[in-house]
């Protein structure tokens, strides 16, 4: 973004986010200062300021922009009908595939979220992030499913793809090995599939 160019409030709060996520991505959470992130932006250091008033603020914004990220491929990748068991298969493949694309924004939201956690007056950031994640999923699943499904089963089916999802991302992150986080992440879904097949079946 030229630095003469004026952004609409929306679209500015999007650049940044998006400049900050390549700057943890590329030189750790530590390294991630204000400035470094204005320079990746190409904006005044004081715009930044302006959006974000401090570093909690700034976490927050990019776990929840993911979060956002996440719904729109879940609502574009699950279809209706198609089965909890298979639309908990497309979001973790889905994950899986993001990953291979772009493993260094990856691994920086887990750095948040690590962060986050150490950090006492962000700690709610962390347990805030995973529960909108839980329903991003639970919103997925249910728009998949084959009839109506119990709300707390639906909970449950969430927190089971998200706990695949993670552990699949982690063995990729530290691999590399594509191929087999694809192969773990379908013997895993392989062997849920019966529980979650039995949360919508009529």
Do not use: C
Not at 66 to 78: C, D, I, L, P, S
């Amino acid at each position: 973004m030229a630095r003469g160019r004026h952004l609409p409030s929306s679209e500015r709060r999007l650049h940044l986010i998006a400049a900050a996520t390549r700057v943890i991505a590329r030189e750790g959470l530590d390294r991630a200062t204000t400035r470094r992130i204005a320079a990746e932006a190409d904006v005044p250091l004081g715009s930044i300021h302006y959006v974000f008033p401090d570093k909690q603020a700034l976490v927050t914004a990019v776990l929840d922009h993911w979060v956002a990220v996440t719904a729109g491929v879940a609502a574009e990748r699950v279809r209706t009908g198609m089965g909890v068991a298979a639309a908990a298969g497309v979001l973790v493949r889905a994950y899986v595939e993001e990953l291979e694309r772009n493993p260094g924004e990856s691994a920086a939201l887990y750095e948040l979220v690590l962060w986050a956690r150490r950090t006492p007056a962000a700690g709610a950031v962390a347990a805030r992030n995973y529960a909108d994640y839980e329903a991003v999923v639970a919103d997925a699943l249910a728009a998949g499913a084959r009839r109506p499904v119990d709300p707390d089963r639906l909970a449950e089916a969430a927190q089971l793809v998200i706990t695949i999802a993670d552990g699949v991302a982690l063995q990729l992150l530290a691999s590399g090995d594509g191929a087999r986080a694809r192969r773990n992440a379908d013997r895993v879904l392989g062997q849920a599939a019966g529980w979650l097949e039995a949360a919508d079946t009529p």
